[in-house]
């Protein structure tokens, strides 16, 4: 008694103290769940945007916000071992992929490799991953495509996800199959809509989609998947590279795991097989026997079936669509007879042994639960065993037992207290039981205090068993255990090990009266207690909750009102910078314009020729400045991008050495170009010329007379399909730079000022340009230096290898070298006399100067001029001139009365041909990219900037004049 007192308060004060813990743990979880460390030890810490393919089981957003899945999964491992912090943007195939293509997303995942993919994606080395492609059927659907007849599916409806690689792969193996599909292209979401009702015969999916409906016709082949990458995040590329080679060296088969452990049901089955289909409803009725008390594997309770059968039994009915009658039996022998006597089709539970299988004629499913044994037997029992005590009704104890033990015989007890009678008497050496059945004999086991509890030899499975003129049945039986998760197995099985366990709930009160009305008492003080100390810290929770709630919304509001100031902060000096640059320009446009037309004619005095071409030399480097700031301006705001075309590379090098060996030349230095191979790029030409032209003129600029500039060019595979890694050095033997300057060398406005040289005129803009156009490409710049050394910059770029073969051997940048205003001081007359004889302008302009000097420009080349002095006039002029009287319109956009936006919308309407014909190019001093966009949004043809590059109009002029020309001629 006194042990049985102890066992009983013991367990009062353990359920009363769990009782506490568990009340308690949010609090305690609340206090330590908002800790967190910095990552340590120097490591860099990357923020990742990762595109989540919301597709079930292979990345998922569960309730409670949880992940899960085999991408999720993979990621993860990728992560940690990469030091990414992630960022999940959650959306369809579809969507992704076009965030992808406008940079919002940095990665992404499950991406099969094509062609055009491969050109606007990196993808990793190693795949992510295999999926295989079938045609699937639905058991109700058409029925017109049959397993092994290849010809079925001609002319048949195969349904296929738009915007996917299924399509190529469909029509792939029908032509290799000599096949004609009809082929339907549909949204994900209606495929499996228009499979069940008829309206397609077959749709293509891979073998990674959790649906246990459809059925798998005709496999299509097989396709690796990858992480893929945005090119701007080369890095990334090579983070995932590293991970994956780490992690299959520790986990070779990581991804087929992983497929075994999401897709299990995919990957083993598909829905019912025709066959089992057809079996099925001949059949009709399928009958299954089970065993009605033997809790949680199956059991009847109050008429309800409970324990894991009623999940297979659920299985079958829900997922196949099948008619079930479940027969409960009080004994595994009377189960067995009803097998073999043919009353039922199959029975629940069968010990998983073929032995006993073939003994009883029967065959046998897979195993559907595992069943951990326990032994009950004497202290201090050795063996060996010789009698095992069982249930006389209980033929599955004694077979477990029988594979435990095969040489020991049998005590049948008329229940489970007399067979613990039994061993305590040594009438038997033992009693084996299942884990899941200790509550039946816990009552009485304590009242035996010589024995003892220990682990069973023998863990046994529990499978179903079948006639063996019914193998089809096993088939479909096999396919219900494999669609059940382990997950939901176990929830059915401890939510149903309460149920039947033999003794009443009057009957324990009356064993156990004095021990229960103690621990009542002692529960209600101990929930007295707890219900006082959860009240005060409930109220001490909701006054730390008011306080927070009003810390956040003064934060919040203060947020607010920084990031409104921060915006109009933004507004006020984009507003500023436009202003000032057309202000700057325009002036500018006086001062090189006169400054040509001074130098064009021939006065004879060489001094002030002289002077003139050093005017040009600063408003040439004044209007440098002017573009640096704006680049530097739109590269801090996120505003600066990439226009790609295809150039050749030889031809990008000739163009800048065209302008760069000049300067060179007036030095007295040695400027060599090397090229070790050429090659055509998809890339930005513009903003690469403007890189190179910053580190030559660096070059020449720092390095004295008679010093030595080299400039080589290499070309060479990358580790990235269908790029090359092209790497530029720029090299001299000039002034060199400090250590320590080095150290902020691309720091914006950072100069190195040495006493004992005289100060060269700049703003140290240059370079931080120059850093950050090669990381917006991808690439990455490098120098070495030393004081009167010299200096070596090296970049390197993964560009891009066109496919286009319609490209120029030799261009060439159009004066100002990528938008870096140098290089305007070029002659603005053509090599022919008179280029533009003939060719009949109008021009709107309300500046006397600039009109001034355009007149002089264009008459000298040989045009006829007339002049407006602003929109409404230009437009009353042309309305007022016979068709095709003017060639082309120079529209300035700023000007009085209407400017010239509004101007050319209105003249694009006018109710005559030419109105609509007639080229029309802006001259503005407006030179954000913005301003070029609306010049063309309102009908323009080009937009070029002030100061006007002479040679640039000539020549778009000129082609004006030779189109003309070829018109009339035809």
């Known amino acids: 008694m006194a042990r049985h007192l102890q066992h009983i308060f013991t367990l009062l004060f353990l359920l009363a103290a769990s009782c506490l813990l568990v009340h308690d743990s949010p609090l305690w979880a609340a206090g330590s769940a908002g800790t967190s460390k910095e990552q340590k030890g120097g490591r860099q810490v990357k923020d990742v945007r990762v595109g ?51 940079g919002a997303i940095d990665v992404l995942m499950g991406m099969t490799k094509t062609k055009e993919r491969e050109q606007t994606m990196l993808y990793s080395s190693i795949p992510q991953g295999n999926r295989n492609y079938f045609i699937y059927t639905h058991p109700y659907g058409s029925g017109r495509i049959k397993r092994g007849d290849v010809q079925t599916v ?77 090119p701007r995040r080369p890095d990334l590329l090579e983070d995932i590279e590293q991970a994956q080679e780490k ?69 079958l009915k829900g997922n196949f669509g099948l008619e079930v009658e479940s027969i409960p039996y009080t004994s595994e022998t009377a189960m067995l007879d009803a097998l073999k006597e043919q009353k039922v089709d199959a029975i629940f539970p069968y010990i998983f042994n073929f032995m006993l299988a073939e003994k009883d004629d029967i065959i046998l499913s897979s195993a559907a639960i595992k069943v951990p044994g326990v032994v009950i037997q004497r202290s201090g029992f050795t063996g060996p065993v010789q009698t095992v005590a069982v249930l006389k009704s209980g033929s599955l104890m004694k077979l477990s037992s029988l594979i435990a033990y095969p040489e020991a015989s049998f005590f049948e007890g008329s229940s489970l207290k007399a067979c613990l009678k ?164 325009t002036p500018l446009n006086a001062i090189i314009g006169f400054s040509n037309l001074l130098l064009s004619r021939d006065s004879g005095r060489e001094e002030v020729k002289d002077q003139v071409g050093k005017i040009l030399l600063s408003a040439d480097h004044l209007l440098g400045l002017v573009n640096d700031v704006l680049d530097v301006s739109k590269i801090e705001s996120g505003a600066m991008t990439l226009t790609p075309t295809d150039f ?25 170009v090397e090229l070790d191979k050429d090659g055509v790029f998809f890339a930005d030409k513009g903003r690469l010329s403007q890189v190179l032209m910053n580190l030559l003129s660096n070059a020449v600029k720092y390095t004295g007379k008679e010093g030595h500039i080299s400039f080589r060019v290499s070309n060479e595979p990358s580790p990235v399909p269908e790029r090359r890694n092209v790497t530029f050095v720029v090299a001299d033997n000039g002034r060199g730079m400090s250590e320590e300057y080095m150290k902020t060398l691309f720091t914006p406005f950072s100069r190195e000022h040495r006493p004992e040289e005289s100060a060269e005129v700049g703003t140290g803009l240059g370079l931080p340009i120059v850093q950050n156009l090669a990381s917006l490409m991808g690439g990455t710049v490098s120098v070495e230096s030393k004081i009167r050394q010299g200096t070596t910059f090296t970049i390197l770029l993964p560009l891009p290898v066109s496919t286009s073969e319609a490209v120029e051997d030799v261009g060439r940048t159009d004066g100002n070298a990528g938008g870096t205003g ?116 309102a009908g323009m043809n080009a937009h070029i900037s002030k100061p006007i590059e002479l040679s640039a109009l000539i020549r778009a002029l000129e082609a004006t004049k030779v189109r003309r020309d070829r018109d009339e001629a035809c």
């Open 247 to 315: 992690l299959l060296e520790m986990q070779p088969f990581y991804a087929e795991s992983l497929k075994q452990k999401f897709f299990t049901a995919t990957v083993n089955q598909q829905g019912l097989a025709p066959e089992e289909l057809n079996w099925s409803r001949a059949r009709g009725r399928i009958r299954i026997g089970y065993l009605d008390d033997f809790a949680p594997v199956s059991a009847n309770v109050r008429g309800k079936i409970e324990g894991q059968y009623a999940l297979i039994e659920q299985m």
């Open 52 to 102: 989540m393919l919301v597709e079930p089981g292979f990345t998922e957003l569960l309730p409670n916000k949880r992940r899960a899945g085999y991408g999720y999964e993979y990621l993860q491992e990728v992560a940690f071992r990469s030091g990414w912090k992630l960022h999940y943007i959650d959306a369809r195939r579809v969507a992704l992929v076009s965030l992808f293509e406008e």
């Open 154 to 230: 001609n002319g048949a409806r195969i349904g296929v996800e738009g915007k996917s690689v299924f399509r190529q792969i469909l029509e792939d193996w029908a032509q290799t199959n000599g096949v004609e599909p009809v082929i339907v292209e549909c949204d994900e979401d209606e495929l499996g809509e228009e499979l069940a009702a008829g309206r397609l015969d077959g749709v293509v999916d891979h073998d990674m989609r959790l649906n246990n409906q459809e059925i798998p016709l005709f496999p299509l082949g097989s396709t690796d998947f990858y992480f893929t990458v945005n």
């Open 648 to 672: 050749r590379l030889s031809g990008l090098l000739a163009s800048v050495e065209e302008i760069i060996r000049p300067l060179a030349t007036a030095k007295q230095q040695e400027f060599t």
């Open 422 to 585: 039994a061993v305590n008497s040594r009438k038997a050496d033992l009693l084996q039981i299942s884990n899941y059945r200790l509550s039946r004999v816990a009552k009485d086991f304590y009242a035996f205090p010589d024995l003892e509890m220990k682990p069973g030899q023998n863990n046994f499975d529990l499978c179903f068993a079948v006639g063996r003129d019914k193998p089809i049945l096993m088939e479909i039986l096999n396919k219900a255990i494999t669609a059940m998760s382990s997950g939901e197995g176990n929830s059915f099985l401890f939510s149903a090990m309460s149920y039947g366990y033999g003794f009443s709930f009057s009957e324990f009160v009356h064993d156990h009266a004095v021990p229960l009305m103690l621990g009542v008492t002692l529960v209600a003080l101990l929930t007295t207690v707890f219900f006082r100390r959860r009240l005060t810290k409930e109220q001490e929770r909701k006054r730390i909750l008011i306080q927070t709630n009003a810390e956040l919304e003064a934060t919040k509001e203060a947020l607010e009102v920084s990031t409104e100031a921060a915006k109009q902060a933004n507004r006020a000096k984009s507003m500023f910078l436009s202003k000032m640059s057309h202000d700057i320009r």
């Open 822 to 937: 140098r290089g305007q001081t070029g002659k603005y007359l053509s090599g022919r006399e008179k280029p533009l004889a003939g060719l009949r302008i109008l021009v709107a302009e309300d500046n006397e100067l600039n009109t001034e000097i355009l007149t002089a420009y264009l008459t000298i080349n040989g045009a006829a001029l007339t002049v407006a002095e602003n929109g409404k006039v230009l437009l009353d002029i042309f309305s007022q001139s016979s068709e095709e009287s003017f060639d082309v319109i120079l529209m300035d956009i700023q000007m009085p009365v209407m400017d010239g936006l509004a101007a050319t919308r209105t003249l694009r309407q006018l109710d005559r041909p030419d109105a609509k014909s007639i080229p029309v190019i802006a001259m503005s001093a407006n030179a954000f990219s913005d301003d070029v966009a609306a010049s063309l949004d």
